[in-house]
């Protein structure tokens, strides 16, 4: 197991590479490239400082390595200098955002959390609707139950999350005004009805981004469930007088959980990319909007380092859902 | 040779296929629903002769019919500049509906390659996986986003705006959804071709261009057929997103997803005009995953002829 999983983070090295110079090449060498933007009015020598302030007038190969060593050596070392007080950084260039000269990391530090807050509750809450109705209707297959849970499966991911959104904004906070409809990203936490303010606006987003996620969740609990109640350690514990409950909930759903605990491992980091809808429905400021933002903005440095986390999330969760998939089913062996 | 009428007639395998999807209740009514969507959107322009761009040119006259409730004159309503709603949905949906039958086509095409050759080919499975397991570890939709921004103008100024958004929205979809195709066409290829028929082809001498095509092409086709309707579904939902994050269809040119991104600013005023949108994609997905699904049963020789 444990030459597997260094065997797989040596491979997860040349594939990260290898999406950086794709992610990087292709927003580098489009030809819509930042320097039209520039308007033709400015004269052809400040132009040429323009560029050269921002470092775009070295030759590509060279701006990628620099990038990737402010991605790999400078940006972890000023985060572990913000931890430590250390001072490891020293004063070495950080990717810079061409909107705001503000480094991205930090840009990328603040949104984070509105980022996680509403798609981590969301995601949680999902698995919480999910697990019950795969469950049950595994239990109960092609019962009026099942046939339900399968509809609001097939709905859950047939309806795009901006169209349940949109619909979710006009029923409770247009006509209801129960909800507000835009999240306010400035709320601090400070006591109990601030606390209560914030749940209150999370409801919206999270409800959507549960819905979507449960969806899927619940169809593959479904499936796994209905695998396990047909073997025969079922029959067997089931001969053995346990009580159905028992069979159910120890035997049939702790196996059962193998294969739903690594799709839902395997779902976050697409979760990340589906939050880009619903961060921009409710407005909440997030890293989604950060990326949509320096996409208008043309903000290279900025589009180029979002993109690449969202590679380094998909690769990192692919191998935790490999990794969980080897520890939890014993059958399972990789070496 | 007599008596040959008095035997019953052999039953092609798509009549089977067929009467299992029959019994699918949910396929069924996805498969009507369906065709009533592209009767809507393909003999409606016939029916309802309204340009869908048409503004008044007369400022005034433009002003008064704009933002109509659902009238006999405009069943659907108005938009913000007087355009009638329901030829906008006629010629929304159509370019919806092309976006996801072309890129799912694209990418079935790009899928099916790599999976046949793939599978086929022992010595181009290892990287052509990797390559695969590369463009799954990809964030397509911030890549699909940067594609649209990089490349929207630049092709909009060889081919118009209109040819060259919907070139470039159907290759970029068509290039980040082939992955799943690929994977399920090599698995079979690799349980096909150790099959006695293969091996009798390849025993007198049969090329193995030919052997592809005649021998393993058809034995995949009936899951390349189910992976193309999720395809579309998934085609014209990415459509929809693009256009509803401002980075699709230009303004002037409707589909359902930029028609809904146009109806949200006006939406605490003339809900109707996200709904309807919102309501024409989610059931053609709707529709058309439940038709895969349905499929899915009927092309599986396990469930078939319960």
Do not use: C
């Not at chain 1, 346990?242 to 976050?268: C, D, F, Q």
């Not at chain 2, 007198?204 to 057929?225: A, D, F, Y």
């Amino acid at each position: 197991m444990l030459t597997y999983t260094i065997r797989r983070l040596l491979l997860a090295i040349p594939t990260l590479l290898l999406i950086s110079l794709v992610i990087f090449l292709l927003v580098d060498l489009a030809p819509g490239s930042p320097m039209s933007e520039i308007p033709l009015t400015v004269p052809p020598e400040v132009r040429l400082k323009m560029i050269k302030a921002m470092g775009a007038d070295q030759p590509v190969f060279i701006r990628y390595f620099l990038w990737l060593k402010q991605f790999f050596i400078v940006e972890p070392s000023y985060i572990i200098d913000s931890w430590f007080g250390t001072n490891l950084g020293g004063d070495q260039q950080r990717i810079l955002s061409w909107q705001s000269r503000a480094p991205v990391f930090d840009v990328i530090g603040q949104r984070l959390p509105q980022t996680l807050t509403v798609v981590g509750t969301a995601y949680f809450i999902g698995i919480l609707i999910a697990l019950p109705i795969g469950v049950y209707s595994a239990y109960r297959q092609y019962s009026w139950f099942d046939q339900m849970g399968t509809l609001f499966a097939m709905i859950g991911y047939s309806v795009p999350t901006f169209f349940t959104g949109v619909v979710l904004i006009i029923v409770f906070a247009v006509n209801l005004q129960w909800f507000p409809s835009i999240y306010d990203t400035t709320l601090k936490i400070t006591d109990w009805s601030s606390f209560l303010k914030q749940v209150h606006q999370m409801v919206l987003p999270v409800t959507v981004l549960a819905l979507f996620n449960a969806a899927e969740i619940s169809r593959y609990t479904r499936s796994s469930m209905l695998e396990n109640l047909g073997q025969d350690y079922a029959r067997t514990a089931r001969a053995k007088g346990m009580s159905e409950r028992t069979v159910v909930l120890k035997h049939v759903l702790r196996n059962s959980m193998i294969p739903v605990v690594t799709v839902i491992a395997l779902g976050l980091p697409t979760v990340f990319g589906g939050a880009i809808i619903t961060e921009q429905v409710f407005k909440v400021n997030g890293i989604g909007a950060a990326l949509i933002g320096a996409i208008h903005a043309n903000d290279l440095p900025m589009v180029q380092t979002l993109a690449f986390i969202f590679a380094v999330l998909i690769v990192l969760f692919n191998l935790i859902a490999d990794i969980l998939y080897g520890i939890l089913d014993p059958r399972i062996r990789y070496d | 040779m007599t008596d040959v009428t008095a035997l019953e007639r052999p039953r092609s395998q798509w009549a089977d296929v067929w009467s299992q999807f029959k019994s699918h209740k949910g396929a069924m009514l996805g498969l009507i629903v369906l065709a009533l969507i592209v009767a809507f959107v393909f003999i409606g322009p016939w029916l309802w002769r309204i340009d869908p761009k048409y503004v008044n040119p007369d400022a005034v006259q433009m002003i008064k019919t704009r933002n109509k409730p659902p009238s006999w004159d405009h069943p659907l309503g108005t938009d913000q500049l007087g355009r009638d709603m329901l030829a906008r949905m006629m010629a929304g949906g159509r370019v919806s509906l092309a976006v996801g039958m072309v890129a799912m086509v694209i990418s079935m095409v790009i899928g099916g390659f790599i999976g046949l050759i793939a599978g086929f080919y022992r010595r181009l499975d290892g990287p052509l996986m990797r390559l695969t397991d590369m463009f799954l570890a990809l964030p397509l939709l911030p890549l699909l986003l940067v594609l649209m921004m990089l490349f929207r103008d630049s092709l909009a100024g060889l081919l118009g705006p209109e040819a060259g958004t919907f070139l470039l929205i159907v290759m970029a979809i068509g290039v980040t959804s082939w992955m799943q195709a690929a994977r399920i066409v090599r698995g079979q290829v690799l349980a096909i071709k150790e099959r006695e028929f293969v091996l009798a082809a390849r025993s007198i001498g049969v090329p193995p261009r030919r052997i592809i095509l005649r021998h393993i092409l058809p034995n995949v086709m009936s899951s390349v057929m189910v992976a193309a309707t999720l395809g579309i579904a998934g085609a014209i939902i990415t459509e929809s997103v693009l256009s509803f994050l401002g980075l699709g269809f230009p303004p002037d040119f409707p589909t359902w997803g930029r028609l809904l991104f146009d109806g949200v600013e006006y939406m605490q005023l003339y809900p109707s005009r996200v709904i309807f949108p919102g309501l024409a994609i989610s059931l053609t997905v709707l529709s058309v995953n439940y038709i895969g699904d349905g499929l899915r049963d009927a092309l599986d020789p396990r469930i078939r002829g319960r």
